[in-house]
């Protein structure tokens, strides 16, 4: 197995097991879905309108739960040190945490929305759209949370100031994802909107690792 | 000049206010701390 | 760009700082005067009445909040590819200035709004832009502010401000790209008649004039400080 395979793999398992980032981030989506509507009313056809957004942005809040975690642990005991003295490019280091990240995050949160889009009443086809928006979004979410995770490395509380600096970098994600499903239901079809999201996903897929192993490297040489 | 602005003055006046109270004031602060890191670096060279 | 790096070294700096600070200053006043005597003078737009004096503070603030922006991307890359040593400092000292006036921008568009939508805050495509880009402002502040050791936060600050630079074409053409979607309203679209022109012109050149003062006066204050703290440190040794 690669070095790149057994890094995604171990980092998968740390967040599969019971109480890890996988479950939390599932339940805080599932609360967030909850409260909403708990909040606004059960008119069945305004929620079905905000279903799109409410879905979309409790999904990055909630990934964005155990992004600060992402270095850290590694940090922390050493272990980051060795990984990046591994023959292993920073970079794809960095791009295997952000798929491992994905894979116990992103893709459950996908995973799970049909069933939360049921309780905002919307329909199949605008469902069907929201799923693929998450399943094409999260690894943006994923990649740009990696960057503002590398640099929150040393802080303490870094877990603070992450959602701040990494939120409005992933707002183009939430518009083209929530903005897919809401074009659906207004008849105009979600297509662009999907394609648009794939480039920036996919641009943010590619370009991350720069910048998040640079602050990784930058953390570590203090 | 005119200073007229009805009916919109409710709008402009604040908005002209808030920007001149915004950069005057961070123009003043500006200056203030300026003029204390120079003392605060007099005294220190002085003490030297 | 060695012209650029005999300026990097701070006695160099201040010396010159110095020199043209008085006339960065009273050049500031002049057009600010200048700006504002014509700014009133002009007379009311057959659309959109008097609000029109609004654009002599908004459009200029508009442009200041993005001008900072690179210049603090500018910076940042002096900063991390080149090691200009004063880049660091001149890029922090700029973000709180970029912050003013992005938040200048969106009170006086919110303002300017009202008689023109009838709402404070309608989603117009440039005031939600600019609201984000003063979360980018304030992120880049506070992680200046939440790394201890200067150098690092220095690196750091400089690698979220590129990442920063990278997605605000990228966030400004998905909200441009909402709003259709939502047929949203929006300001200023259009020309701009003449007569408003040469107010705007000055008033832009002042906001631009304003900005390099502060940034000078910012950049030596903090250049100052250093040479404060490094007195203490020697001393406490």
Redesign the interface.
């Known amino acids: 197995m690669s070095p790149f395979t057994t890094l995604l793999l171990r980092d998968v398992k740390l967040a599969a097991r019971s109480g890890g980032s996988a479950a939390l981030a599932l339940s805080f989506f599932a609360l967030v879905a909850t409260l909403v509507p708990l909040g606004v009313g059960a008119d069945l056809q305004l929620l079905a309108r905000v279903a799109g957004g409410v879905l979309w942005v409790g999904a990055v809040l909630a990934a964005l739960l155990s992004l600060d975690r992402l270095f850290q642990g590694d940090y922390e005991d050493g272990s980051l040190d060795l990984i990046a003295l591994s023959p292993l490019p920073l970079e794809l280091t960095a791009l295997a945490k952000i798929s491992a990240h994905w894979l116990s995050t992103g893709l459950p949160l996908t995973l799970l929305s049909p069933l939360l889009a049921l309780m905002f009443n919307l329909s199949p086809t605008p469902t069907l759209v929201l799923f693929f928006s998450l399943l094409i979004g999260t690894p943006a979410v994923s990649a740009i949370g990696a960057i503002g995770a590398s640099l929150t490395l040393s802080l303490k509380r870094g877990g603070l100031i992450l959602p701040l600096l990494i939120l409005p970098l992933l707002s183009p994600a939430v518009i083209f994802g929530a903005g897919a499903v809401s074009a659906t239901m207004d008849g105009l079809g979600g297509q662009s909107a999907l394609e648009l999201l794939a480039a920036f996903s996919a641009a943010a897929v590619l370009l991350s690792p720069f910048a998040a192993a640079a602050s990784v490297r930058l953390n570590l040489a203090g | 000049?005119?200073?007229?602005?009805?009916?919109?003055?409710a709008?402009?006046w604040?908005?002209?206010g808030?920007?001149a109270l915004?950069?005057g004031g961070?123009?003043l602060w500006?200056?203030i701390?300026?003029r204390r890191?120079?003392a605060?670096?007099a005294a220190?060279?002085l003490?030297? | 760009m060695n012209w650029l790096f005999r300026y990097a070294n701070p006695h160099e700096f201040m010396r010159l700082s110095g020199a043209v600070l008085p006339f960065t200053v009273a050049a500031t006043a002049i057009a600010f005067a200048v700006g504002l005597y014509l700014g009133f003078s002009v007379p009311p737009d057959y659309q959109q009445g008097t609000t029109v004096t609004l654009m002599f503070i908004h459009v200029p603030a508009d442009i200041m909040a993005e001008l900072v922006y690179c210049a603090m991307a500018v910076c940042s890359v002096l900063s991390l590819v080149w090691r200009h040593p004063l880049s660091d400092t001149a890029a922090r000292a700029a973000a709180p200035l970029g912050a003013i006036f992005t938040a200048l921008a969106i009170v006086t568009g919110a303002l300017w709004g009202k008689p023109m939508w009838g709402a404070y805050w309608a989603w117009d495509p440039r005031l939600t832009s600019f609201l984000l880009l003063l979360f980018l402002y304030f992120g880049y502040m506070a992680l200046w502010n939440a790394i201890e050791d200067e150098t690092r936060a220095a690196r750091a600050a400089a690698i979220l401000a590129l990442v920063g630079l990278a997605d605000i074409p990228i966030i400004k053409f998905s909200v441009d790209w909402w709003n259709t979607l939502h047929q949203g309203e929006s300001i200023m679209s259009g020309k701009i008649a003449p007569v408003y022109l040469t107010p705007l012109l000055i008033m832009m050149f002042a906001y631009m004039l304003l900005f390099s003062t502060l940034w000078m006066v910012r950049i030596r204050t903090a250049i100052l400080e250093r040479r404060a703290t490094a007195i203490m440190q020697r001393g406490a040794q």
Do not use: H, V
């Open positions: 000049m005119n200073f007229d602005m009805s009916p919109y003055g709008y402009i604040p908005a002209y808030i920007s915004t950069l961070y123009t500006s200056w701390r300026w890191a120079k605060k670096l220190l060279e003490k030297k």
